[in-house]
């Protein structure tokens, strides 16, 4: 599995290899990568017309995750497993990451509201964003249009907006979907191995707890402070206790996510 590189100096002989990478033709045109604002319009038009016809909207949200973990933590993840799933299935793309979500009213501040950096939107204005992102993909030639949530809570929110599209687009080729195994992976698939190998629920946690925090250590390393790790309180917004937390307890949930989302995904866009 690829993990994010460690960021720092680069050395001479890496330094002479990254101007090569730049200068080849290759990377010049954006060939091999499916991001799409890795693209220009025409190199991206090339790729719909050739087959590529799946987008991912992937959705992650900027909210605490106690002392220990980054307020992004949630999109560096979604963008992360969203291009190894683009990867896998071969003919997707994956658009830019939607951080925007609700997180928890304003006054009073609820949910994760009560914690500096979090960021919140109504719930309207979410759906509206997916929607109006939804119509601009189906508008170029995109065929399946595929919301992935990282967040529990705005779960209900991509299914109501997928399922409108749909009605709106009843006899049109487009599609849209909500992919809910995505986020079920690390509820299920994930937290079962973590009890097998010996972890409790209090351990593991719901949020930024064990396996939150091991799954970020996992693809988002830099996200993770390591030396805060030790027994949170409750106070601290954390639910578990990501103390023992390792990036290859992480991979136990990449590996779920990946897999798991990737077979959904090829069932979701089968046609007859």
């Known amino acids: 599995m690829m993990r994010e590189q460690p960021r720092g100096r680069i050395g001479l002989v890496a330094a002479v290899g990254l101007l090569v990478l730049i200068a080849s033709p290759a990377c010049a045109s954006g060939a091999g990568s499916v991001v799409l604002e890795d693209l220009t319009w025409t190199e991206l038009a090339g790729q719909i017309k050739a087959g590529r ?24 993840r979604v963008e992360f497993l ?18 925007y979500v609700p997180e928890g009213a304003l006054n009073p501040p609820t949910e994760h509201m009560r914690f500096p950096g979090t960021i919140t ?35 209900a929110d991509l299914k109501t907006v997928a399922d409108d599209l749909n009605r709106r687009w009843a006899g049109s080729p ?43 250590l996992a693809v988002a390393p830099r996200m993770a402070r390591r030396d805060r790790l030790g027994h949170p309180r409750p106070s601290d917004g954390v639910s578990g206790d990501p103390t023992r937390a390792s990036a290859q307890l992480g991979d ?5 996510i990946i897999g798991e989302t990737t077979q959904a995904i090829r069932a979701a866009v089968r046609r007859p």
């Open 82 to 99: 969203s291009e190894a799933i683009a990867r896998n299935l071969g003919d997707a793309l994956v658009a830019p990451v939607v951080a």
């Open 121 to 155: 939107v109504p719930a309207a204005a979410f759906r509206e964003v997916l929607e109006s992102a939804a119509m601009s993909f189906r508008l170029h030639g995109f065929r399946d249009v595929v919301f992935l949530g990282d967040h529990g809570g705005y779960q």
């Open 174 to 216: 487009t599609r849209a979907h909500y992919i809910a195994r995505y986020y079920e992976a690390t509820q299920t698939t994930y937290v079962r191995a973590l009890r097998q190998r010996g972890y409790s629920p209090g351990e593991i946690g719901t949020h930024a707890g064990l396996a939150d925090t091991s799954l970020t």
């Open 53 to 76: 016809t799946t987008i991912i909207v992937p959705v992650g949200g900027v909210e605490q995750s106690g002392p220990h973990m980054a307020l992004g933590k949630h999109d560096a």
């Open 252 to 256: 136990l949930g990449v590996d779920a």
